[in-house]
Nanobody, 121 residues
Framework: QVQLVESGGGLVQPGGSLRLSCAAS????????MGWYRQAPGKQRELVAAITSGGSTNYADSVKGRFTISRDDARNTVYLQMNSLKPEDTAVYYC???????????????WGQGTQVTVSS
């Protein structure tokens, strides 16, 4: 009943920038936390950044000072601005939303399909 659609991934050179977007749609009453996770080949999925409905943010140590998460509640959209990208940032990036689903009448956790980010020269 809820879909998360990501966009903005791609290939970028080291030191470059990318902006990821994730739009949520469907039976959404309210969204608590929205976040970005990533999973590199052979590694576990890890939290990159998250933002609460009140605007509080949390970042992985590896991206602090380089990535910025933001959200537009009018559009149910979360963004991840990624600057000074490094080869170790290469991964599939997944959007996550913890929200109140009006169809089920309860809090539920949703994931996007993932978008590939490759940092390489």
């Amino acid at each position: 009943q809820v879909q998360l659609v990501e966009s903005g991934g791609g290939l970028v050179q080291p030191g470059g920038s990318l902006r990821l977007s994730c739009a949520a749609s469907g039976s959404i009453f309210s969204i608590n936390v929205m976040g970005w996770y990533r999973q590199a080949p052979g590694k576990q999925r890890e939290l990159v950044a998250a933002i609460t409905s009140g605007g509080s943010t949390n970042y992985a140590d590896s991206v602090k000072g380089r990535f910025t998460i933001s959200r537009d509640d009018a559009r149910n959209t979360v963004y991840l601005q990624m600057n000074s990208l490094k080869p170790e940032d290469t991964a599939v990036y997944y959007c996550n939303a913890d929200l109140f689903d009006s169809y089920y009448g309860t809090l539920r956790d949703y994931w996007g399909q993932g978008t590939q980010v490759t940092v390489s020269s």
